[in-house]
């Protein structure tokens, strides 16, 4: 059973920076991708940033670009999200994704078959 944990979530405020772990566990194919949404109030749910496992591939948000950067541990089980100058268009539940067996860093949302439950981002001034 693939199971995601998010955590690192918070308040904080703008300018600040968090970082996101996703902890991965289950996963049994060497290619996965490890994906983060975030989902604001009234809103879509959107891709923030991807990784590839195969080949070290990662994917940002036109949004996100030069401001997050995401990152494996040694084990890739653990992927982190570093999230810097935060603004309150960041404010969202963030969302770890996986899925494996290939290794394309899909945006759509519909394309990830495990999911973590959430964690709350909140930036304020």
């Known amino acids: 059973e693939v199971q995601l944990v998010e955590s690192g979530g918070g308040l904080v405020q703008i300018g600040g920076s968090l970082r996101l772990s996703c902890a991965a566990s289950?996963?049994?194919?060497?290619?996965?991708?490890i994906s983060w949404f975030r989902q604001a109030p009234g809103k879509e749910r959107e891709a923030v940033s991807c990784?590839?496992?195969?080949?070290?591939?990662?994917f940002y948000a036109d949004s996100v670009k030069g401001r997050f950067s995401i990152a494996p541990d040694n084990a890739k089980t653990t992927v982190n999200l570093q999230m810097n100058s935060l603004n309150s268009e960041d404010t969202a539940v963030y969302y770890c994704?996986?899925?494996?067996?290939?290794?394309?860093?899909?945006?759509?949302?519909?394309?990830?078959?495990?999911w973590g439950h959430g964690t709350q981002v909140t930036v304020s001034s």
């Open positions: 990784f590839s496992a195969s080949d070290g591939w990662t």
């Open positions: 994704a996986a899925d494996e067996g290939h290794f394309n860093c899909y945006t759509d949302a519909t394309n990830f078959r495990y």
């Open positions: 289950g996963l049994t194919e060497d290619d996965f991708v």
